[in-house]
């Protein structure tokens, strides 16, 4: 995983019982625990949105201070616009405020702090530099997000040329991405998890109908309609809008009917009896629920060790679908992917078995009449 370097957090170890702690400390803000591990979904989140709060009361103190026309300005101006905080969701916003962040305090050759530089003065070679020593990925990311940041000084008319043209990126390595649930690791989980629990819900949900952990911890009985969940996908939500309907196979509903009826509209519930704070605390239990049922970690072909998670039930619903003999676009009406290229890794895995079993069927009776003609005419001299 990348670095990023993370201002205004204060970490340290607690005396009393040698735990790290890590404390949002600035300058005019009260000082704030952050909340789980460095690096974790709800420690950025939490981070993200202290952030945010500590930038704007700094703006209002510091109104008089910023320059006009400077990146500073810029960013101050962006984080409040409908750009950023609509037309954002909310991860991406949390993801993208370290980044401006880290933006703006980075240093000229000359010394001079890039927010404290008019954005007129931006060149291509200033990017660049800001994002010379990071990971591939994490230029890809960062060059993102100041991509949209300067569309939107473009369209508000505070700049004219886009200095982010002509900047390019390491190629990042190829990933296998998110580890995709098998048979066999699903069987397992099952055994581990009987009907009943929430713990086989959550399996059961997910592997029906193809959601991201995002929108499982949020579908309830208000999505359900004649045997069908009727849901607007959060990916979507901000792009194309698309709503997906998808029929409750027997495996989930005998998982639905084991659970105990409850006031809460979430299927999902903690062992309070209380929805799921957020996409993160479900994960986290989630990947609990996969060691309780020995999902043990798998050395991917990238050189990764990753873990049996929430998305990778996604990636095996998808394959389910493409095995049984689904097309492209039957497999984006279930999954919800935006473009039939997504889906085609699925496909290519089913056509690549369907030809390997027709070469080696071949081959084996190749094999066959070999042996045959051997045992008729006997060797050769």
């Not at 954002?88 to 980075?106: G, S, V």
């Not at 960062?142 to 700049?159: E, N, P, Q, S, V």
């Not at 949900?205 to 309830?220: E, K, P, V, Y």
């Not at 009985?221 to 990916?235: A, F, I, M, V």
Request: hydrophobic letters at 40%; aromatic letters at 6%; charged letters at 25%.
């Amino acid at each position: 995983m990348a670095d990023i370097t993370l201002h205004f957090v204060n970490s340290y170890r607690d005396p009393r019982n040698g735990k790290m702690r890590h404390q949002f400390r600035r300058k005019g803000c009260r000082k704030i625990m952050l909340k789980g591990l460095p690096g974790s979904a709800d420690f950025m989140a939490h981070y993200g949105e202290l952030l945010a709060r500590s930038e704007n009361a700094a703006a209002q103190a510091g109104a008089s201070k910023i320059k006009p026309g400077s990146i500073d300005a810029l960013i101050v101006k962006y984080l409040k616009s409908d750009s950023f905080t609509k037309g954002l969701a909310k991860a991406t916003r949390n993801a993208r405020r370290p980044i401006l962040d880290n933006f703006r305090q980075c240093v000229t050759p000359g010394g001079h702090r890039y927010g404290e530089n008019r954005l007129a003065t931006m060149q291509s070679k200033n990017i660049a530099d800001a994002l010379a020593g990071k990971t591939p990925i994490m230029q890809k990311v960062w060059l993102k997000a100041l991509r949209h940041l300067i569309r939107f000084a473009i369209a508000d008319g505070d700049c004219k040329t886009d200095p982010t043209i002509g900047v390019m990126t390491m190629r990042p390595p190829k990933s296998s991405g998110h580890l995709a649930w098998g048979e066999v690791q699903i069987e397992q989980y099952r055994q581990q998890h009987a009907n009943g629990t929430m713990a086989r819900l959550a399996m059961e949900l997910m592997l029906n109908i193809a959601a991201r952990r995002h929108d499982a911890h949020l579908i309830g009985r208000q999505h359900l309609r004649n045997g069908c969940l009727t849901w607007r996908p959060s990916k979507t939500s901000q792009t194309t809008g698309k709503v997906l309907t998808i029929r409750v196979l027997p495996e989930l509903q005998a998982a639905l009917d084991g659970i105990r009826s409850s006031d809460a509209l979430t299927f999902l519930l903690t062992e309070y009896g209380r929805p799921f704070a957020s996409a993160s605390a479900f994960g986290n239990k989630f990947a609990n629920w996969c060691e309780a049922a020995g999902l043990e970690p798998v050395v991917c072909d990238d050189g990764k060790v990753r873990n049996y998670r929430a998305h990778g039930l996604r990636k095996a619903a998808c394959r389910q679908l493409a095995h049984a003999g689904c097309t492209g676009p039957e497999i984006m009406a279930v999954s919800g992917h935006a473009t039939l290229s997504e889906v085609q890794v699925y496909l290519n895995e089913v056509e690549q078995d369907r030809l390997a079993e027709a070469a080696m069927v071949k081959r084996a009776a190749g094999s066959n009449r070999a042996q045959a003609v051997t045992n008729v005419y006997g060797k050769g001299d």
